[in-house]
């Protein structure tokens, strides 16, 4: 029978989120119920709130979590109750042509769970991500519970399931960060300080973290950058080739996602160099670049799709790294909260004051 949860729901566009009763199904086929643990406060479901990704309102909101498996569906055989897993928002169907391909990073027609979750009164929820965690239960597809080591804390685990895997992935797998590279990170929020990590630990030999906040500059030092650039005040583009010799770096990762910090991103290359951009854009947003510079520039302009990571390889591996001391997710944890707080958390995170609010549960 269902189950009854609590949980924070959009009800409309711009509205402030409520904290409402909805009803979770028992899994069926292919499914898992998840009792929630954490549940990271991320840009993404601000983006939901504010009607940036869809109208598909009410959206049951939160998608960067940790949790136990309560009960599985028929058909899901690698997945048992009591299982800590972290929860992915890409679940490879491996039939679509970029699975056949080999490529499942890029799968596009990643799995969810069929069974929607709903209001009391029977209006469908549409999850955020196709998860809803910002909720005692969620329903998911299997393949989107990945089966993590259990010592980790549910608090730092969950960040993998978005934040800290877009980050480090837009480094590792999309830029191919490699031994030697100089990288430039612009914006140090919590993706930003994820991609500064994951260059660090690639082998980058410069990684320049830019910013407009001196606080934010301060904790990426934390995180690996071994120079800071405080772009309030300074040309970023110049300080950039000025740190690497006038030639600019080797990879830049917009953590941002605005038309000037991916024009800035553009111009801090070196020739031949790779723009990543993971920062999510607002739809209305536009860039406009003159064209024999996208010619005579050449490289590689990247769009970074949560990390190019496959969750099933790439997670236990974060969580290992993190309990292992060579990843401090612990530090992109600033507060823990109460689901009753996620709103003033939206808050802090538009002002700047927070890497992650996560909600403990």
Not at 56 to 69: I, Q
Not at 173 to 197: F, K, L, R
């Amino acid at each position: 029978m269902p189950h009854e949860a609590r949980a924070v729901v959009a009800v409309k566009k711009g509205a402030p989120v409520e904290v409402l009763p909805i009803r979770v199904p028992d899994p069926g086929p292919g499914e898992v119920l998840v009792a929630v643990q954490a549940c990271g406060v991320c840009h993404t479901d601000l983006h939901y709130r504010e009607g940036a990704i869809g109208e598909d309102f009410p959206y049951l909101l939160g998608h960067e979590a940790a949790g136990v498996v309560e009960a599985v569906g028929a058909g899901v055989a690698d997945l048992a109750p009591g299982d800590y897993v972290v929860l992915a928002w890409r679940a490879p169907c491996g039939s679509c042509r970029s699975c056949r391909r080999g490529r499942p990073w890029y799968c596009f027609d990643s799995r969810n769970a069929t069974q929607p979750m709903t209001l009391l009164d029977g209006t469908p929820l549409t999850a955020a991500l196709g998860i809803g965690a910002f909720a005692e239960k969620t329903l998911v597809a299997a393949g989107q519970a990945v089966k993590v080591d259990p010592s980790a804390r549910p608090e730092a685990a969950g960040l993998i399931g978005c934040g800290v895997m877009a980050g480090y992935g837009a480094a590792v797998h999309t830029g191919a960060v490699g031994s030697g590279d100089t990288v430039a990170v612009i914006g140090c929020g919590g993706v930003g300080n994820a991609a500064i990590a994951g260059a660090s630990r690639a082998g980058a030999r410069r990684v320049i973290a830019v910013d407009i906040d001196d606080a934010k500059l301060d904790a990426a030092e934390r995180f690996g950058a071994t120079d800071t650039v405080n772009s309030r005040g300074t040309d970023p583009i110049e300080a950039v080739r000025g740190l690497t010799g006038g030639h600019g770096a080797d990879v830049v990762i917009d953590a941002v996602g605005r038309p000037e910090t991916y024009r800035q991103g553009f111009f801090m290359r070196d020739l031949a160099g790779t723009l990543v951009q993971v920062g999510v854009p607002d739809p209305d947003m536009r860039i406009e670049l003159p064209l024999i510079e996208l010619f005579s520039r050449g490289g590689a302009l990247k769009s970074s799709w949560y990390g190019d990571c496959l969750p099933s390889r790439d997670f236990p591996v974060l969580i290992d790294l993190y309990l292992s001391g060579k990843l401090d997710l612990d530090r992109f944890v600033t507060e823990t909260v109460a689901l009753d707080d996620v709103e003033p958390a939206f808050g802090k995170m538009r002002r700047g004051e927070v890497l992650r609010s996560v909600v403990v549960l």
